[in-house]
């Protein structure tokens, strides 16, 4: 499996880790700049994984706002970008829950036939290209998922990481991490399965 | 069971996966190569899954900010959480400040302990001066509570002369 590890990128960048820190902390601009230069893609690539869509600019800003006003309670005992995914990850389950309340009161409230103009919509997308269908298949498979599997599914297969720093992200067992994943990639190949099969056919 | 057999039968599901990580031992690899090298069906399926997981990827990878979207979300954090330093000359007239105010409020506060000093001694050389009264104790009282007792001492001596 192709992964890109974040540590990669860390060691890439200039400014160390513990600089970047201290730098933050003191609301240093070049220390704030170099946070978001360092770790907007990450956080961004999460929250459209997750929540399904790229109106997540809000989010994303809210995100590092938490980050930076918890920079104090970081104790350094995982890596910061680590902490970081766990921030990440807490508020689109958040998210996940506001959005899913917001949708079952306006589910209510809508007329029928719109509720299948929503679904008429999701047909057509399926006339589009060959990339675009695929995607749109993908991300659809991906947003039925349940939010647990989901996590794993972005965190191992799309982001990379270990199986132990998904653990430490999801303060769960490194074992509980790898039967979850199991049963992630199942359900996910399942829901994509038919639609695999026609499009290597 | 032979290698033979093994080779014949489909792997499971989470054999595959782990193979696909590359997580399974060396002969395990190697029983699980041979049966996808003559199993086509086994081959196919590993294959879609594999064209799957890797679209996803590159869907997730081609997610990326615009520099607008990065200037935008810096500059929101720089006026969130970045402190203005004042310039060196405030910060130099508000030492000298700090110089000239610590040993003056340090006078103020001996010449007050040493003014309360002198009040006291004053108020106990009165006391010794005058006889002890209750017209006396009037004049000596410090407090609401000790003016009043006296008041009322007044009052009751006032009465016990008058009979």
Redo the contacts between chains.
């Keep these: 499996?192709?992964t890109?590890e974040p540590t990669a990128v860390e060691s890439r960048a200039g400014l160390a880790e513990a600089e970047l820190l201290a730098g933050?902390r003191?609301?240093?601009?070049e220390a704030?700049?170099e946070?978001?230069?360092r770790y907007?893609?990450a956080v961004?690539?999460v929250c459209?994984?997750l929540l399904g869509s790229?109106d997540v600019?809000d989010l994303?800003?809210d995100i590092?706002?938490k980050i930076?006003r918890r920079l104090n309670t970081f104790a350094g005992r995982s890596a910061l970008f680590t902490w970081m995914y766990e921030i990440t990850v807490n508020h689109c389950r958040d998210e996940l829950r506001r959005r899913k309340r917001k949708r079952w009161f306006s589910l209510q409230s809508l007329p029928t036939e719109t509720v299948e103009g929503i679904k008429a919509d999701e047909v057509s997308a399926s006339e589009r290209l060959e990339t675009e269908e695929?995607?749109a298949h993908?991300?659809a498979a991906?947003k039925r998922l349940e939010p647990k599997y989901r996590e794993l599914?972005?965190l191992r297969?799309?982001?990379g990481l270990s199986y132990e720093k998904i653990a430490q992200i999801q303060k769960v067992d490194e074992k509980l991490v790898k039967s979850r994943l199991?049963q992630a990639?199942?359900a996910l190949?399942e829901k994509?399965q038919k639609y695999?099969?026609a499009f290597?056919e | 069971m032979s290698e033979a057999e093994k080779f014949d039968q489909h792997p499971e599901d989470a054999a595959l996966w782990q193979w696909r990580d590359d997580e399974l031992n060396k002969r395990e690899r190697h029983v699980m190569q041979s049966h996808l090298d003559q199993c086509a069906s086994c081959r196919k399926g590993a294959a879609n899954t594999e064209r799957l997981f890797t679209a996803m990827r590159k869907m997730h990878l081609a997610v990326q900010p615009t520099l607008t979207e990065q200037m935008r979300l810096a500059r929101i954090l720089e006026k969130q959480f970045v402190r203005e330093e004042l310039p060196s000359i405030l910060v130099d007239a508000s030492r000298r400040l700090v110089r000239w105010l610590a040993p003056a409020a340090a006078i103020l506060a001996a010449l007050f302990v040493l003014l309360r000093e002198e009040q006291t001694s004053s108020t106990s050389a009165l006391a010794n001066l005058l006889p002890e009264t209750p017209e006396s104790q009037l004049l000596l009282a410090d407090t609401d509570d000790q003016y009043q007792q006296a008041m009322w001492d007044v009052a009751l001596s006032l009465e016990e002369n008058q009979k």
């Design positions: 499996m192709q890109e933050c003191a609301g240093k601009p704030l700049n946070l978001v230069r907007h893609t961004l690539r459209v994984s790229r600019d994303v800003q590092f706002i930076l695929l995607h993908l991300h991906l599914i972005v297969d799309l982001e199991y990639r199942q190949a994509m695999a099969e290597h």
